[in-house]
């Protein structure tokens, strides 16, 4: 089968089109034809091997050789033991720890995986898992989000943001979203109530507050976000720069205690909210932002344009 492989850690220069062996399906896997599969933000540190990658795949070189998480496919075969799927049905999943995505074949477990409905293309549910779960499990889950509140998203032209917009909306929020020049227009085309162009203005600093903070760049202090909370107001960060997210987990605890604000950080449960994902994308509630698609010969493009932070939505790559 072909796939996009690397050997070493680099650039996306270093990610070349290859014949490799077709995966075989364990006793409790599926195997699943690949028909697209999306880039995530964590494929881009394990391509270039930053030090906390090099820990998970290799200090010298990677240990695995595939990227991608995110895909969507069918089931050509299946393990014995496997009882939820059929041959032939169509899924999609988040299969990072493993990875594999970019190729023609991939074996997944049954838990990584859930039914795409008929209605949502292979493109757009590859475009869901990672994203999607950061979005629902930020806002919900840990930011306690409901009807009323004023909601800020850092970082809100890109994956995750772009599926959080349209969640909170759902709730009745008055969302604000913080991105570059070039993505503000598609954002309030999104929906978005108020955008900030973080080139131009400080959000942390323009004298308004927010009850609930959804950032995906964590690139501020601590008490910058403190600031711009109002009263009882929660920060949630899904991910971001690894010395902030320390300040955020050292100091979060403290900054609940001593006043009545709260700083919470989401550890990604992998796929656990796709069953409501597609219950919202049914009744026409949620819409994936796609850029592309590109071919599985253009993998290395799509990785520069994702790296170079000019993507809108999610990089997805149809195979
Ligand atoms: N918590 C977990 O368990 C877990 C698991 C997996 C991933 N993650 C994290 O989840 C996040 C993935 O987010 P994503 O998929 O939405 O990423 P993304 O698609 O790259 O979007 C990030 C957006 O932020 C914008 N941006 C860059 N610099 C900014 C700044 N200074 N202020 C405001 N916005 C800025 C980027 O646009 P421009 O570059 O044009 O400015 C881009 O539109 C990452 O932080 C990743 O580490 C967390």
Known sequence: ????????????????????????????????????????????????????????????????????????????????????????????????????????YTCARENELALKPVTMSFEEAAAIPQAAMLAIQGLHDKGQIHTGQKLLINGAGGGVGTFAVQISKLYGVEVTGVDSSGKLEMMRSMGFDHVIDYTQ??????????????????N???????RALCTNGIYVTVGGSMVRLLQALILGPWISMISKKNIRIVGLKQNKDLAYMNELFEAGKIKPVIDGPYKLDEVPKAFRHFGEGVHKGKVVITV
């Open 220 to 226: 501020r202090s601590i008490s910058d976000y403190t």
């Open 1 to 104: 089968m072909k796939a996009i492989v690397y050997t070493k850690y680099g650039t996306p220069d270093v990610l070349e089109l290859k014949e490799v062996d077709k995966p075989i399906p364990t006793d409790n896997e599926v195997l699943i034809k690949v028909y697209a599969v999306s880039i995530n933000d964590w494929d881009l540190g394990l391509l270039q091997g930053d030090l906390i990658n090099r820990l998970m795949n290799g200090l010298l070189k990677p240990k695995i050789k595939i990227l991608g998480s995110d895909i969507a496919g069918r089931i050509e075969a299946i393990g014995k033991n496997v009882k939820k799927f059929q041959l032939g049905d169509e899924v999609y999943g988040d299969l990072s720890g493993r990875w594999g995505g970019f190729a023609e």
């Open 201 to 218: 203005e400080d959000f942390t600093k323009n004298g308004q507050c927010y009850d609930l903070i959804l950032d995906v760049k964590t």
